[in-house]
């Protein structure tokens, strides 16, 4: 009898909070037939590798029901998870910008122009983290 | 377009909370918004003001496609509007001595009154634009929640106005409208928004027997938007203590919807304590 252990972590920084991430990990332990061929093998590795990466994926994007589908579904407008960034993200997005001299406004033309947002507060959540990354890494500047 | 609903869904201040914490009754705010007590009541003069907003979006969504609204209409809206609302709404209370039909006819005598006054001068920019922007004191720190509202209409005739709709019992005080909480939150969200200072005028239907209407303008500058974030930086402090302090000469105890919680409060307060010493 062989045993299979699978495993997939990831790590993602937490909004508002610098230095910080949080881990989401899984593993899982199969046991597989002695009579496999060494290509078999390596498609039961694939596949467990799979449930488990997506197992992972599912559960940072807020779904509770794993999908059939082997490929992760893209969200909805392809802009990830629709749930809206939160107060705190929007605190920590516009203290970053008053530091480097964006306006409310200028940041709510930013988030219409990348993300079709109609203000900060119609971002949602993945949007929010990706334009506090862009102030951080002072892709988005002061017009 | 995120819409006031959508901002409703997050925790904020709105130009209605603050002026029913800070100048109605505190108690009154904490009945409704903090331990969401259901009211025993609608007020009938606010399901009245609430019909005069629907009527007043219908004649600006008219003129804003550059056309001119018919005053025969906009009254026969209003009536429609109002009877549809008594029958919709449940609880409404109205004042003594007064009917539907009296409410009826005085919701067209104002409108009447309103579509006289319109400058077709004016040109609508925007009606019930919905707000969200983040409540940022002197020093640059923001507020976790931010402030939301929608601002009823917005003109452009010699610089750019935002416009509240407004009835009154009463013709106002000369320096109300200077005085007016609501044109510092507005003014402060429309220049979160749109970066510019703007103007302000309240466009007010006096409700006597003969309607009149008026008109009140004023600004604000940046230390009173200051001043705003400090008053609500207090506000939040004392709703984390729950300090919150019936106001017993407010005007609207007669009809506030609360008046049976708040009549009993302070027994309800001195029991807690007694339980907590």
Redesign the interface.
């Known amino acids: 009898m062989l045993k299979l252990n699978a495993s997939f972590s990831k790590k993602i920084p937490v909004a508002g909070q610098d230095f910080s991430s949080q881990s989401y990990h899984a593993s899982v332990e199969v046991e597989l037939s002695d009579a496999l061929e060494p290509r078999q093998i390596q498609e039961r590795i694939h596949e467990t590798f799979k449930i488990v990466k997506e197992a992972v994926e599912t559960e940072l994007n807020g779904k509770s029901q794993p999908t059939n589908k082997t490929e992760f579904q893209p969200e909805r407008n392809g802009n990830g998870s629709s749930e809206?960034a939160?107060?705190?993200q929007?605190?920590y997005l516009?203290?970053l910008a008053?530091v480097r001299d964006i306006?409310?406004?200028?940041l709510?033309s930013q988030a219409k122009k990348i993300y079709g947002?109609?203000?900060?507060?119609?971002l949602t959540k993945k949007d929010a983290s990706k334009l506090v990354d862009s102030l951080k890494t002072g892709n988005l500047k002061a017009a | 377009?995120?819409t006031l609903n959508?901002?409703r869904?997050?925790?904020h201040w709105s130009y209605s909370s603050l002026n029913q914490f800070l100048n109605i009754c505190s108690l009154q705010w904490a009945f409704q918004r903090f331990y969401k007590i259901v009211p025993k009541f609608t007020p009938a003069a606010i399901s009245f003001g609430s019909t005069f907003h629907r009527v007043m979006e219908a004649i600006s969504s008219i003129r804003k496609e550059g056309k001119s609204p018919v005053k025969k209409e906009a009254t026969a809206l209003f009536n429609d509007l109002w009877h549809r609302q008594v029958k919709e709404e449940q609880n409404i209370r109205l004042d003594e001595g007064i009917t539907v039909e009296d409410m009826a006819k005085q919701g067209q005598e104002l409108t009447a009154c309103i579509m006289d006054a319109i400058d077709p001068a004016e040109q609508v920019v925007s009606i019930n634009e919905p707000?969200?922007?983040?409540i940022?004191d002197a020093e640059?720190?923001?507020?976790?929640?931010?402030l939301i509202g929608e601002l009823d209409l917005v003109i452009e005739k010699n610089g750019r106005k935002v416009v509240d709709w407004k009835t009154s019992a009463r013709r106002w005080p000369k320096f109300q409208a200077k005085h007016s909480l609501q044109p510092t939150v507005f003014l402060y969200a429309y220049k979160?928004?749109?970066?510019v200072d703007c103007g302000f005028r309240f466009d007010v239907v006096v409700k006597n027997k003969t309607p009149v209407f008026e008109q009140h303008e004023t600004t604000r500058t940046t230390d009173q938007f200051n001043r705003m974030v400090e008053l609500i930086k207090l506000a939040e402090r004392m709703v984390q203590h729950e300090h919150f302090c019936p106001n017993e000469t407010s005007y609207y105890c007669d009809s506030c919807p609360f008046g049976e919680a708040c009549s009993s409060w302070h027994r309800e307060r001195s029991k807690l304590i007694s339980v907590a010493a």
């Open positions: 809206k939160s107060n705190k929007i605190k516009t203290d008053r306006s409310v406004s200028e709510n947002a109609d203000s900060i507060y119609d | 377009m995120g959508d901002y869904d997050r925790e707000f969200a922007v983040p940022i640059g720190n923001s507020l976790d929640k931010p979160q928004l749109h970066g």
